[in-house]
């Protein structure tokens, strides 16, 4: 997701571009596009997002390990 920006912003950013030569108004027309057709191809596989838990334990040690993770938190308050 990118930064939006409202429409006096906008107006502001091409009051500028528009004193540039054509030739850095071409290069940067160029890299724009370049930037939106990457953000395109940068879309994740679906299918990479989900498959089977893959473990060489059991369920029993898997519970063990994580019950074994936890920290108890105090929530002492001095006054």
């Known amino acids: 997701m990118g930064l939006?920006?409202?429409n006096s912003t906008i107006?502001?950013?091409?009051g500028f571009l528009?004193?540039?030569?054509?030739?850095?108004?071409k290069r940067l027309i160029a890299k724009l596009t370049e930037s939106m057709?990457?953000?395109e191809k940068n879309h994740p596989d679906l299918e990479s997002l989900y498959g089977?838990?893959?473990?060489t334990r059991s369920s029993d040690?898997?519970?063990?390990?994580?019950?074994?993770?936890?920290v108890e938190k105090k929530n002492e308050?001095?006054?």
């Open 37 to 39: 057709g990457a953000k």
């Open 61 to 70: 040690e898997i519970i063990e390990d994580i019950k074994g993770s936890r």
């Open 52 to 55: 089977a838990w893959e473990d």
């Open 77 to 79: 308050i001095n006054l």
């Open 18 to 25: 528009t004193r540039l030569d054509g030739v850095t108004k």
């Open 4 to 6: 939006a920006l409202k």
């Open 11 to 14: 107006d502001k950013y091409f």
